[in-house]
């Protein structure tokens, strides 16, 4: 069965940093466009920061410019996030294969979500 799981989420306080991890099962997505979206309370799910792995090209949302960073090893894929805010609560999903473009919220694979609380 092909999954991804979500993990390294938590409290933070503003200005803090946090990274998320992505573990991909039953398949690799080594080629693939992968990405992070989120989903913060009363609003709609959205794109965060998307990479296409076959050219190493990243894509940022405008909240992520600056602080927000993808990469990967082996096994996992990573979010890293500095300098965070408390705007950038909210459950965070780690996604792949599009089917759209890579910031439409339409993803062959999704992970369960992993929820960021940014708050002193």
């Known amino acids: 069965q092909k999954q991804l799981v979500e993990s390294g989420g938590g409290l933070v306080q503003p200005g803090g940093s946090l990274r998320l991890s992505c573990a991909a099962s039953?398949?690799?997505?080594?080629?693939?466009?992968m990405a992070w979206f989120r989903r913060a309370p009363g609003k709609e799910r959205e794109f965060v920061i998307a990479v296409n792995w076959k050219t190493y090209t990243t894509f940022y949302a405008d909240s992520a410019k600056g602080r927000f960073t993808i990469s990967r090893d082996d096994a996992k894929m990573y979010l890293q996030m500095n300098n965070l805010k408390p705007e950038d609560t909210a459950v965070y999903y780690c996604a792949a294969d599009p089917s759209r473009g890579y910031s439409d919220d339409e993803y062959a694979y999704w992970g369960q979500g992993t929820q960021v609380t940014v708050s002193s």
């Open positions: 039953g398949r690799t997505f080594s080629r693939s466009t």
